[in-house]
């Protein structure tokens, strides 16, 4: 089976390179565009105030690279102020723009999901009464992990660093949706994001899903593939040698 991975172009090419090493046939179809901020000029003020903050979480690697993209020049990432994570992918996109490994918090390796849920696990225990925390996402998202550090008693700020849109297919990735919808016994659609299965029923509206098959790195992005139509959808962690394992097992 060839194995679509749908992440946004910025984080396909990795996880293609990443299954293919694994001996997986996978190729990106990118079904979520990533643009830069509508107002710049806000996050660079973030940057400026920076080091007045507690903590600044990052939702994506997405988010965690459209806000680095606008750092002045020769500023460093604070001392003291902690960068959380909600996954490896983001982890490592924090390391790689130079944030000091100690300063990151995250969820545990073994955790069951990465996700903001998990995060909030590794650091409930913290004090976060009279905390500044800032939260850098797109122009939307959940507002779950907010909510939980202002009942703590946290002040938390939202910054969208970027925004999510509806893909502008090329003709190669066009060729590669047609050979999908053609064939779906012979393709795997990788899901890590609910909206990319929403932008893949929009690109195919009379398509009926019910020989198509779905892996999600999420129980929620599942679900949002079985109420689409998909006739079988499996669930693996968003680790590449799960969902490599859950790809193999699945063939």
Known sequence: MR?????????????????????????ALPLIGIEGPAHPAAVQAAWAGLAGYTMVMFVSPNAAAHFFALRPDGLAWPERVLAASPG?????????????????????????????????????HRPWDGARVLIVRG?????????????????????????????????????????ALADPGQHLWFFSSSEAVGH??????????????????????????????????VEARPSLAAVAACIQSFA
């Open 200 to 233: 893949l029923a929009a690109l195919a509206p009379d398509t009926p899903w019910a020989r198509a098959s779905a892996l999600a790195t999420h129980p929620r992005i599942a679900d949002r593939a079985r109420q689409q139509g998909f006739g079988r959808v």
């Open 139 to 179: 122009t939307s998202g959940r507002d779950w992990f907010a909510a939980r550090l202002a009942e703590q008693g946290a002040s938390v700020e939202l910054l969208a660093a970027y925004r999510r849109c509806a893909p502008r297919l090329d003709a190669p990735a066009a060729s590669v949706l047609a050979a």
């Open 88 to 124: 490896p992918g983001t982890t490592t996109a924090l390391q790689r723009l130079g944030v000091p490994a100690g300063l990151i918090v995250q969820p545990a390796p073994d955790a069951p999901q990465f996700d903001s849920e998990a995060l909030w696990q590794a650091i409930a």
């Open 3 to 27: 194995v679509l991975v749908t992440r946004p172009a910025g984080q396909a090419g990795e996880w293609v390179d990443g299954l293919r090493a694994a001996g997986l046939d996978a190729i």
